[in-house]
């Protein structure tokens, strides 16, 4: 069974601090890592995509990877409470529904950034 | 870009009719969409795979005679709630994944809520 483990939070935080959000996947041969936004009763939306270790920035988010641990992470700097979402963790998993493999979400993180 | 549309984005229905939502990829081509569901307060659960031209890989439980997929065109993928039910109430997201270039990230479309009387 390939899973995608996320702490289901509340994860709260106040604002102007860095959010950490951490997702383990249990499928070794995974290559693609995404992280998505959710806001209550909307639909995800793609915040971060990374293929290598290492880190990957983009405006105030880093996403990080490490394959040899299963570990893939978004930290958020400068937390502002329009960030207060669930963040869902997306892995690939190679021959899951279909030759090129579908995602597999985690459950996804609650975030809350307190003003 | 890459935008996914979903219409309609809210239906009321009386139980035992059926439902036509559609899922387009309005600037891209997909041969792939993918159909969620999704109730309050849990996470996303995958239902089908749409393939184009093909017939739809659907997850264990789902009723493939239920919830009928077709994807037609590169562009257009639909899913049909036959003889709905209360309990089919939920917030059906659909997504789709570039036929070229893009990698496997899913776009996804803005979900269609569906209230079954």
New interface residues.
């Given amino acids: 069974q390939k899973e995608v483990e996320q702490n289901s939070g509340p994860l709260s935080v106040p604002e102007g601090a860095i959010a950490s959000l951490n997702c383990t996947y249990s499928d070794r041969v995974s290559?693609?890592f995404?992280w998505?936004r959710q806001y209550s009763g909307?639909?995800?939306?793609?915040i971060m995509?990374i293929?290598s270790n290492g880190d990957k920035e983009d405006g105030r988010f880093t996403a990080q990877l490490n394959k040899a641990s299963q570990y893939v992470s978004l930290l958020i700097r400068d937390s502002q409470p329009s960030d207060s979402a669930t963040y869902?963790c997306?892995v690939?998993s190679p021959g899951y529904?279909?030759s090129?493999?579908?995602?597999i979400?985690?459950?996804?993180t609650k975030l809350s950034v307190k003003p | 870009g890459a935008v996914v549309s979903q219409h309609p984005s809210w239906v009321i229905c009386k139980s035992g009719t059926s439902v036509k939502i559609e899922c387009r990829s309005l600037d891209f081509q997909a041969t792939t969409m993918f159909w969620y569901r999704q109730f309050p307060k849990q996470s996303l659960m995958l239902m089908a795979t749409s393939n184009e031209g093909s017939k739809a890989t659907y997850e264990q439980g789902v009723e493939k005679d239920k919830f009928l997929i077709n994807h037609a065109s590169l562009t257009l993928s639909t899913l049909t709630v036959t003889s709905a039910h209360p309990e089919d109430s939920s917030f059906y997201i659909c997504s789709a994944r570039r036929t070229s270039g893009g990698g496997k990230t899913q776009y996804f479309g803005p979900g269609t809520r569906l209230l079954v009387l």
């Fill in positions: 290559q693609s995404f998505y909307k639909s995800p939306e793609l995509s293929y869902l997306a690939n529904g279909g090129q493999g579908n995602l979400f985690g459950k996804g």
